[in-house]
C-alpha cells in the first residue's frame, strides 16, 4: 500500500495489513503532520458504493491539524526511597550479593590503621634533615677522612665549595 502525506512532498510505502480497517494515526517523517489513515482498498470500496452528489464549488487546500505532544506536568512529590541502593539487604535482594559488615567494617579499620602516610612536604622536611646532617659530619671529619683516603680530599674540597657557592647564590637573591 501507497499512502500520499497530506503536504504532498513524500509518499510512503506500507504492507497491505499494517493498517486496519478502523484506521491508524500515521505521521509524515519529512513533514511531521500526523493524520489518521484508512486502508486504501477500503475508502475505494465504501466510495463505489455510497455515491454522493457532486457539488461544484472552489476547492480549498484541506489543511490537517496537527497533533502537537502534550507535556506532561510533574505535580507529584517525589518519594524517598525506604531502602538505601547499598545496603547489603538490597544488594542480596536485587543483584545476589551477600556482603558480612562485620568483616568489611574490620577490615576498614585495619586499613585505616595500617595505613601511615608521611607526606611530601614531611618527607622533604626529612630529606634536608639528613642532607644537612650529612655534610655537617663530613666537615667535622674531613681531617680523618682524608688521612684515611687520601684521593677524596679533591671530593671533599669539591662538595664544600658547591655548597658555599649555593650559600652566595641564596643570600645574593635574598639581598636583591
Given at each position: 500500500m501507497i499512502i500520499t502525506c497530506n503536504c504532498g512532498e513524500k509518499k510512503f510505502?506500507?504492507?497491505d495489513n499494517s493498517i486496519p480497517v478502523s484506521g491508524r494515526m500515521v505521521q509524515c517523517g519529512y513533514c511531521g503532520l500526523k493524520w489518521k489513515q484508512f486502508p486504501v482498498d477500503e475508502v475505494k470500496k465504501i466510495q463505489s458504493v455510497s455515491r454522493p452528489k457532486k457539488i461544484v464549488s472552489k476547492q480549498q487546500p484541506i489543511q490537517q491539524k496537527t497533533q502537537k505532544p502534550k507535556k506532561a506536568k510533574k505535580s507529584s512529590v517525589k518519594k524517598t526511597r525506604e531502602i538505601s541502593l547499598y545496603s547489603p539487604e538490597y544488594l542480596a535482594k536485587k543483584?545476589?550479593?551477600?556482603?558480612?559488615?562485620?568483616?568489611?567494617?574490620k577490615n576498614i579499620i585495619e586499613k585505616k590503621n595500617d595505613k601511615v602516610s608521611f607526606g611530601f612536604y614531611s618527607s622533604l622536611i626529612v630529606f634536608i634533615f639528613f642532607a644537612v646532617s650529612l655534610s655537617r659530619i663530613l666537615y667535622f671529619t674531613q681531617?680523618?677522612?682524608?688521612?684515611?683516603?687520601?684521593?677524596?680530599?679533591?671530593?671533599?674540597?669539591?662538595?664544600f665549595e658547591s655548597i658555599r657557592n649555593i650559600f652566595e647564590i641564596w643570600k645574593n637573591l635574598i639581598n636583591y
Open positions: 510505502t506500507l504492507p543483584h545476589g550479593i551477600k556482603i558480612n559488615e562485620t568483616k568489611t567494617q681531617n680523618i677522612i682524608i688521612s684515611y683516603i687520601p684521593i677524596s680530599e679533591f671530593y671533599l674540597s669539591y662538595f
